[in-house]
């Protein structure tokens, strides 16, 4: 088993930032990928950035210019810097690791979530 906790979220005004942090512990053999995800009231889930082991990183277009991802491999860490935040990117804010197991197997844990409020 994996776990990922979250930390970092809070209230913000408009244009403020914040960094979330999620670090994994437990079982890990490797981890794969590692992302942020969010979730908005009343609406789907979505990616907003993700980080593979190598490095290399992908953004929701929402977000490109302002968020930025990054990884520490020996922390089995994760972070997530939020620049000129706006009111959409209100939301609980999930992380996400990829996980892989010295048989091959892939498996995928989320954090509880932290909450991520800007206002206006």
């Known amino acids: 088993q994996v776990q990922l906790v979250e930390s970092g979220g809070g209230l913000v005004q408009a244009g403020g930032s914040l960094r979330l942090s999620c670090a994994a512990s437990g079982s890990i053999f490797s981890i794969n990928a590692m992302g942020w995800y969010r979730q908005a009231p009343g609406k789907q889930r979505e990616l907003v950035a993700s980080?593979?082991?190598?490095?290399?990183?992908n953004c929701a277009d929402s977000v490109k210019g302002r968020f930025t991802i990054s990884r520490d491999n020996a922390k089995n860490t994760v972070y997530l810097q939020m620049n000129s935040l706006k009111p959409e990117d209100t939301a609980v804010y999930y992380c996400n690791a990829d996980t892989l197991t010295p048989w091959g197997s892939e498996y995928d844990y989320w954090g509880q979530g932290t909450q991520v409020t800007v206002s206006s």
């Open positions: 980080i593979t082991s190598g490095g290399v990183t």
